[in-house]
């Protein structure tokens, strides 16, 4: 039974270009959230997503930040145009259910911009 | 603003004594509580959770202690050992799920 899955565990990208995130959650999970790590820093929650539907991305950047969850697929978190300060550790997590109180978390891609 | 506040960065605690982590959050609206724990280039596992409902939880070596009148959570692990270094995140649920900023326990040998 495989955890959630992250690729890639580390990205590198240059400033102005594009990063791609994904994330495959546990099976039988329907529930993705994200959460970016910057440095000295908790976790930030940044979008929770079902199967095509975003619920909730109170978290999320206004601008160049967005988050998609397909029927088919892993759920991808789009960074365009990235800046120096989007280097961080971004999370998945996943969960069966809207209200457990448990997510459980991939082992995270680290993103460095240069 | 913090909701959720865990004011010491690293903890260092001798193997086989008592580790207590502290977190002390804002919001009375929250209805469960989490500790996670996280090695590095790792992602936070689940440890140990409690209802709003009740002042304590205890799963083996962990203990949670809920106070609500002081709003204030921490983790006890005893006999602490060494694979139990690691960054402990406290975690606090309303509608989603907030996170503290992390202690780094280091157990000695």
């Known amino acids: 039974n495989a955890g959630v899955m992250q690729n890639p565990r580390h990205l590198v990208r240059r400033r102005g270009q594009e990063a791609r995130l994904r994330c495959s959650p546990m099976?039988?999970?329907?529930?993705v959230y994200w959460y970016r790590q910057l440095p000295e820093e908790g976790l930030k929650f940044m979008v929770y997503?079902?199967?095509?539907?975003?619920?909730?991305e109170s978290g999320m950047p206004k601008e160049r930040f967005s988050a998609e969850f397909p029927k088919e697929g892993p759920s991808i978190l789009r960074i365009q145009q990235v800046v120096r300060g989007d280097s961080a550790a971004y999370f998945c997590?996943?969960?069966?259910?809207?209200?457990?109180?448990?997510?459980?978390f991939g082992p995270g891609t680290r993103l460095t911009v240069t | 603003d913090q909701q959720v506040k865990q004011n010491s960065p690293s903890l260092s605690v001798q193997e086989g004594r008592i580790s207590i982590l502290n977190c002390d959050y804002t919001?009375?609206?929250?209805?469960?509580f989490l500790w996670y724990k996280k090695y590095p280039a790792e992602g936070p596992t689940f440890l140990i959770s409690?209802?709003?409902?009740?002042d304590k939880n205890e799963d083996g070596r962990f203990t949670v202690f809920l106070n609500k009148s002081a709003k204030h959570l921490s983790l006890h692990i005893v006999p602490s050992q060494p694979g139990d270094s690691a960054v402990y995140f406290c975690?606090?649920?309303?509608?989603?799920?907030?996170f503290g900023k992390g202690t780094r326990l280091h157990i000695l040998p």
């Open positions: 997590a996943s969960s069966p259910w809207r209200e457990t109180e448990e997510q459980y």
């Open positions: 099976k039988g999970h329907s529930h």
């Open positions: 997503l079902q199967k095509e539907n975003i619920i909730d």
């Open positions: 919001n009375s609206m929250f209805d469960y």
């Open positions: 409690i209802s709003s409902i009740k």
């Open positions: 975690a606090a649920r309303d509608d989603k799920i907030i």
